[in-house]
């Protein structure tokens, strides 16, 4: 009983590693995540605003296995942010700055650990979209909605919790200058986010 005990674990315990695999081919993930914003007027870098809240992405990826367990993933995707950091209005500076939106292009850097776990950097490039609104000196609010074009870095990692579908962690952190309805100022904002996701391999 004992052996045929070993001989069934053993088998359970092959057939699990051959289920999962390293990381390669197509995948689509959706995400929940934290956004937080911080915005300074390039006016007044010390005054600074902020605000967070919770968004959610949709992601397409493409694994492609490179050497020594280290892969490369292109892909692309889109975020629905939905900060809004408002300032106290004043004669100059940036009073509220939207972060709607943003569509990026990217590359996990990843690092299969073992078949169940790979670790990995992000590096990218986003279209932002946003909506700042500022007061002039007679306090007469002027509005620029546009996209803004950042770089995007950050650090991931993800588990597999069956042959098809990955828990994903992932954190983010860009910086842009948004521009206002004044050529001489810009709104200076950091925007973080710090998400959880599930992705489908196929």
Same mark, same amino acid.
Do not use: C, W
């Given at each position: 009983?004992?052996?045929?005990?070993?001989?069934?674990?053993?088998?359970?315990?092959?057939?699990?590693?051959? =289920?999962?695999?390293?990381?390669? +081919?197509?995948? !689509?993930?959706?995400?929940?995540?934290?956004?937080?914003?911080?915005?300074?007027?390039?006016?007044?870098?010390?005054?600074?605003?902020?605000?967070?809240?919770? +968004?959610?992405?949709?992601? %397409?990826?493409?694994?492609?296995? !490179?050497? %020594?367990?280290?892969?490369?993933?292109?892909?692309?995707?889109?975020?629905?942010?939905?900060?809004?950091?408002?300032?106290? !209005?004043?004669?100059?500076?940036?009073?509220? !700055?939207?972060?709607?939106?943003? %569509?990026?292009?990217?590359?996990?850097?990843?690092?299969?650990?073992?078949?169940?776990?790979?670790?990995? +950097?992000?590096?990218?490039?986003? =279209?932002?979209?946003?909506?700042?609104?500022?007061?002039?000196?007679?306090?007469?609010?002027?509005?620029?909605?546009?996209?803004?074009? =950042?770089?995007?870095?950050?650090?991931?990692?993800?588990?597999?919790?069956?042959?098809?579908?990955?828990?994903?962690?992932?954190?983010?952190?860009?910086?842009?200058?948004?521009?206002?309805?004044?050529?001489?100022?810009?709104?200076k904002t950091q925007l973080n986010t710090?998400?959880?996701?599930?992705? %489908?391999?196929?």
């Amino acid at each position: 009983m004992k052996k045929l005990l070993v001989i069934v674990t053993s088998l359970l315990a092959l057939t699990a590693s051959q =289920a999962l695999a390293k990381t390669e +081919g197509s995948s !689509v993930g959706l995400s929940v995540f934290k956004a937080e914003q911080t915005t300074r007027s390039s006016l007044n870098v010390t005054n600074s605003f902020k605000d967070n809240n919770i +968004g959610f992405g949709l992601n %397409y990826k493409y694994a492609i296995p !490179v050497a %020594y367990d280290f892969y490369v993933a292109p892909g692309v995707s889109y975020d629905r942010i939905g900060t809004k950091a408002h300032n106290t !209005v004043t004669t100059t500076g940036s009073d509220r !700055v939207d972060v709607n939106n943003r %569509y990026s292009v990217r590359a996990d850097v990843g690092y299969d650990v073992n078949d169940t776990l790979a670790v990995y +950097g992000v590096i990218g490039y986003s =279209a932002l979209g946003a909506e700042v609104s500022n007061y002039n000196a007679s306090l007469t609010e002027k509005n620029n909605t546009h996209r803004n074009f =950042a770089a995007l870095y950050g650090l991931g990692a993800k588990t597999a919790i069956s042959k098809d579908f990955d828990l994903t962690f992932e954190l983010t952190t860009q910086r842009a200058n948004l521009q206002t309805a004044s050529s001489a100022e810009k709104s200076k904002t950091q925007l973080n986010t710090y998400g959880v996701g599930l992705a %489908y391999n196929f």
